[in-house]
């Protein structure tokens, strides 16, 4: 399918985290120095494996699904997809920690 | 290098080093603060992991935002989608879930003290 792959971070990605910001703004911008700090982490961990995956062949991109600009052999979209399930996944749990969670 | 089994592997391997890495080193902030909350780790851990992934990698397997190669995996499917990636959104989950919590913890700690540990 054409451009694929912006389409999944268009519904996976930034739908989930626009109905975040929506329904618990409060959330996010009391901890809001925690997002950069999540993605620059996921980053450490997931440029080497993403580009380990890629080189070996675990996972691949059909020209027809991305966009088509690469940075260090890896598409721009993983990049996306990094940061994009990051932001979300740490959302979700400072949502559930806010609300069930013990105290620091 | 491990055949079928290399997406397994990585997808066990790499989180595993990061959260050694970061349980050794939120513990030196002296409190159990991540095992207080290991039952929020594991719950957003398993939400991310089987709904999550059942739907978002559903889509990108049918859409075909991205292939799988098949000699890197098992070959058990659920749902079209290869069981090696329900353990990679299993375990990157819990990875970014504990960083979440502990770094909530950090910013709690370095605003009420600075660098001090």
């Given at each position: 399918?054409?451009l694929a792959?912006?389409?999944?971070l268009?519904?996976?990605?930034?739908?989930?985290?626009?109905?975040?910001?929506?329904?618990?703004e409060?959330?996010?911008r009391?901890?809001?120095r925690?997002?950069p700090l999540?993605?620059?982490?996921?980053?450490i961990f997931?440029?080497?494996w993403?580009?380990?995956?890629?080189?070996?062949g675990f996972w691949s991109?059909?020209?027809e699904?991305?966009?088509?600009?690469?940075?260090?052999?890896i598409?721009l979209?993983?990049?996306?997809?990094?940061?994009?399930?990051?932001?979300n996944?740490?959302?979700?749990t400072l949502?559930?920690?806010?609300?069930?969670g013990e105290e620091? | 290098?491990f055949?079928?089994?290399?997406?397994?592997?990585y997808?066990?391997?790499?989180?595993l080093?990061?959260?050694?890495i970061?349980?050794?080193?939120?513990?030196?902030?002296g409190?159990d603060f991540?095992?207080?909350?290991l039952d929020?780790?594991?719950?957003v851990s398993?939400?991310?992991a089987v709904?999550g992934?059942l739907?978002?990698?559903?889509?990108a397997v049918?859409?075909?935002?991205?292939?799988f190669g098949?000699?890197?995996?098992?070959?058990?499917?659920i749902?079209?989608?290869?069981f090696?990636?329900y353990?990679?959104?299993?375990?990157?989950?819990?990875?970014?879930a504990t960083?979440?919590?502990?770094?909530v913890?950090?910013l709690d700690?370095?605003?009420?003290?600075?660098?001090?540990?």
């Amino acid at each position: 399918m054409f451009l694929a792959y912006p389409l999944w971070l268009l519904i996976f990605g930034l739908l989930p985290f626009a109905a975040v910001l929506y329904y618990h703004e409060d959330v996010v911008r009391d901890h809001w120095r925690v997002f950069p700090l999540a993605v620059f982490g996921s980053f450490i961990f997931g440029v080497p494996w993403d580009h380990i995956a890629i080189k070996n062949g675990f996972w691949s991109f059909p020209k027809e699904a991305v966009i088509g600009l690469d940075i260090l052999s890896i598409p721009l979209e993983e990049y996306l997809f990094m940061a994009s399930v990051t932001v979300n996944i740490t959302a979700v749990t400072l949502i559930s920690w806010e609300r069930w969670g013990e105290e620091l | 290098m491990f055949g079928q089994y290399s997406h397994l592997f990585y997808s066990i391997v790499i989180p595993l080093i990061a959260n050694i890495i970061m349980f050794s080193t939120f513990e030196l902030l002296g409190s159990d603060f991540l095992r207080a909350n290991l039952d929020i780790i594991l719950g957003v851990s398993f939400l991310f992991a089987v709904p999550g992934t059942l739907i978002a990698d559903t889509f990108a397997v049918k859409t075909g935002a991205w292939t799988f190669g098949q000699d890197m995996i098992v070959g058990l499917r659920i749902l079209e989608v290869p069981f090696e990636d329900y353990v990679y959104g299993f375990t990157v989950s819990f990875s970014i879930a504990t960083a979440t919590i502990g770094c909530v913890k950090i910013l709690d700690h370095y605003d009420r003290d600075g660098l001090e540990l």
